[in-house]
Each structure stands twice: as structure tokens, then as C-alpha cells.
């Protein structure tokens, strides 16, 4: 027999064990928390080395139980972390954290509600579509329910460039009842595989290539355009750029026009070499 009030201990449920496990694993949480904030030092977990030396996965059948799974945390993941709030970090991609996010994370955690639809998170759903509509009206979209939250730059890149591939597609190329091409249905167009391209900065963030070979795309669907001694996108180059792939555009029509004298080429296949469609990735 399974004896299940040991699960229902090991488990954040209505069990007075497991409540007490958590009141008191949290509270000595806390204090290992405020205790290392204390600590002057940026960082004090010793070289990588010293760090592979201490940190061993070596897992058992019986497990360590709260209290010592606690203890090890704190001592090696805890004490020997980087402290991004320390005066002598320098914020590489995160930066200090707020009390309120911290309690937040408290509830989150706690009720591990999924945003898959509203029956599995009620209150979290409505929030969620609450404070889409209060940034959309922030950054000038308007009034809506519509948008995603990303993990960050490279999740929000590959939804960018994304959306504009399907979007230039739809715009420039016709299936064969005449209508507006659906990547999500149809896949891409042969042809729209050479001819859509991305137009960014040189110092864009790599994951815009990463991203278009994600997509099916490849390295070849990028374009780079130099930068000024600002750092920004060149101006005089990113036209310069443009005037050059129209042109190669125009000269791949025309050869495929040569090479296809009694063939009457399909709509799309010259609505798409004549009509490049650039998308610009900042």
C-alpha cells in the first residue's frame, strides 16, 4: 500500500505538515535571503574551479529532505551567486530586482497557476489581459486585449520578424484562387524564400539571424547595413542598401523572363520579384 500522507507532506497542499514545512522553510529562506544581502562583497563563490569542485549532482532514492535540501542551497547556490543590486555589478542583461516582484514570486509560486485559459488561472487571466490593454495604450497601440508577454529580446525578435514574414507574404503573394498567401496554411512560397528579406543594423542583436534560420529562412534572408560613429543605422547606406537588392530583384525577373519566353509566369512569382518587402528589425 501507498502510503499517501507522506506525498500529501512532501506536497504544498492542506496537509499540517506540509504547512508547517513550508512556514518554517520559508521563513529560514527569508533570513538566508536578508543575511546575504548584508554581505558587502559582490560576489564570493570563488573561481570556476573551486565552484565544479563544490557543486556535485548526486542524487539519491531517499532524497535530502526539506531541511538539508535548504541548508545545501543556501550554501551553494545562495552564498556563491552574483549580486546584481551590488554597486560594482555592471548590468549585462539583468538588474535588481523590486520587494514587491519578490512577494509576487511568493504567490505565483505558490498557486502555480497556468495561463493556458481562464479555468486554469481566473484572476491571473484577467490581469494578464488588463495590463496588455494599459501597455498598449502606453507605447501608442491603442486600446486592446491583444499581445504576448516574451521571456525577453530574442523570444520578442523571433515573434517580430515573424509576424512580418507572414504578414509581407500575405501582402505580396496570392494562392491559386487569387486570394491572400496563408504561410500558417500553405507554407512558404518557393519563390518568397530568396526575396523576403530583413534589413537590420550590423551591431543588431544575433539572434535576428538566429531567428530567420529558426524560421526556415536562413543566414541568407539578412541584411546588414553599416553604422555611424553614433551607433546608429546609417541612413545614406540603408538607402543605398535598398536601391541594391530592388536592382537584383529586377535583374532576377528579367532572367527568369529569358529563361521562360512561352511560359506565363504565375502572379505571385512576379508580384514577389517585383515587390521586394523589407522588414526593418531595430
Known amino acids: 500500500m501507498v502510503d499517501f500522507a507522506e506525498h500529501r507532506k512532501a506536497l504544498l497542499c492542506n496537509d499540517a ?3 508547517a514545512d513550508y512556514q518554517s522553510a ?7 535571503v536578508s543575511a546575504w544581502l548584508q554581505n558587502d ?3 564570493t563563490g570563488g573561481s570556476i574551479k573551486d565552484l565544479r569542485e563544490a557543486i556535485s549532482f548526486a542524487p539519491s532514492k531517499e532524497g535530502l529532505g526539506v531541511q538539508q535540501s535548504l541548508q545545501r542551497m543556501v550554501e551553494l547556490f545562495l552564498n556563491k551567486s552574483l549580486k546584481v543590486h551590488h554597486p560594482h555589478s555592471l548590468a549585462h542583461l539583468h538588474c535588481p530586482t523590486m520587494v514587491m516582484s519578490q512577494i509576487a514570486e511568493v504567490l505565483i509560486n505558490a498557486t502555480n497557476q497556468s495561463m493556458d485559459s481562464w479555468d486554469q488561472s481566473p484572476a491571473g487571466s484577467l490581469m494578464e489581459v488588463q495590463l496588455i490593454d494599459w501597455l498598449r495604450q502606453k507605447v501608442g497601440y491603442g486600446a486592446g486585449q491583444a499581445g504576448v508577454f516574451t ?16 504578414w509581407c507574404i500575405s501582402k505580396n503573394w496570392k ?23 530583413v ?16 524560421m526556415g529562412m536562413g543566414f541568407q534572408s539578412v541584411v546588414t547595413v553599416p553604422v555611424n560613429e553614433n551607433a546608429q543605422m546609417d541612413v545614406d ?16 525577373l528579367v532572367r527568369l523572363i529569358h529563361s521562360r519566353k512561352s511560359v506565363k509566369l504565375p502572379r505571385s512569382m512576379v508580384h514577389g520579384c517585383t515587390l521586394m518587402q523589407l522588414g526593418v528589425v531595430h
Not at 179 to 197: E, L, T
Not at 199 to 214: P, R
Request: proline fraction near 2%; include cysteine; hydrophobic fraction near 40%.
Open 17 to 19: 505538515q506540509s504547512i
Open 26 to 32: 520559508m521563513g529560514e529562506a527569508v533570513n538566508a
Open 41 to 43: 562583497k559582490m560576489y
Open 151 to 166: 521571456s525577453g529580446g530574442t523570444q520578442s525578435n523571433l515573434m517580430g520578424v515573424l509576424l512580418a514574414r507572414d
Open 175 to 197: 494562392d491559386e484562387n487569387g486570394k491572400p498567401w496563408s504561410v500558417q496554411r500553405d507554407g512558404i512560397p518557393a519563390d518568397a524564400m530568396k526575396n523576403v528579406k
Open 199 to 214: 534589413i537590420c543594423s550590423e551591431n543588431a542583436h544575433f539572434s535576428v539571424q538566429k531567428n530567420m534560420a529558426m
Open 237 to 252: 547606406a540603408l538607402e543605398k542598401t535598398m536601391a541594391h537588392l530592388q536592382l537584383r530583384v529586377r535583374q532576377m
